[in-house]
């Protein structure tokens, strides 16, 4: 039999505890039919004041990860989406393709990840070679985000860490943060604009940015749930995201 509310597919979603944008985001994206089931990866709302503390983050995430995977595949999803940002961009291209890799193992089925979403995205717009780009992180997570997308073959002209204070307050960065953030990475040499970190609410502010600005700008929650459902064979148009949802 069918699952009664998500007969076209069921999403695993694996978010961190503290990640409050994501889910909201996510769902405001869901075509009927499609239905999203979160499992969280418990990590603490710790202070992050510097690359230290990220990088005890990114420790925290990678223990408790796949305990997350584990719990979310009882309901026996069609499949997994990733949705946390900086794990997945860690240690560049080759590490993200490995870590897709163990992540499919564990989960038994295919599994969406922000990285690759992202490549795909910025693949969908075509002749894009200059980005720049929007996180939350410390200058260690930037360092990580920039090598993925060299990796790939992009150049990161600017790049704008917000150096949010915890995983929680990720969340509470404004609109009209996010907007500054935009403008300061955008001059005209650049073909697109990537915000990366799923705790920020970006998703409406990258679709009015994209209008406005006359260029692709991505938020990777946007990219991540455009990747899923492609991937899937569900080829509906979502309003009010930017092009990748109503276009691509």
Known sequence: MTDSLGYRMKFGVIAPSTNTS???????MRPVGVTNHFARIHIPDDPIE??????ELIERIGDAQMEAVDRVITCDPGHVVMGIS??????????????HKKIVARAGRDVTMGSDA??????????IKRI????????VGDENVRRFFEDCG????????????SPQLIAHTSEQTLRDAIIEVNDPSVDAIVQAGT?????RVAAMAEFWLDKPVLAINTATY????????????????GALLTEH
């Open 22 to 28: 994501v889910q909201p985001e996510f769902d405001a």
């Open 50 to 55: 510097n690359d230290d503390d990220f990088n």
């Open 86 to 99: 900086a794990e997945t961009f860690w240690g560049g291209l080759e590490a993200s393709n490995a870590l």
């Open 118 to 127: 992202c490549q795909q995205a910025l693949n969908a717009y075509g002749g």
């Open 132 to 139: 720049g780009v929007v996180t939350p992180y410390q200058p």
């Open 154 to 165: 992009y150049e990161v002209v600017n790049l704008k860490g917000l150096k949010c204070k």
């Open 199 to 203: 705790n920020l609410a970006m998703a």
């Open 226 to 241: 455009w990747w899923a459902l492609r991937k899937n064979g569900i080829d509906d148009k979502v309003a009010g995201f």
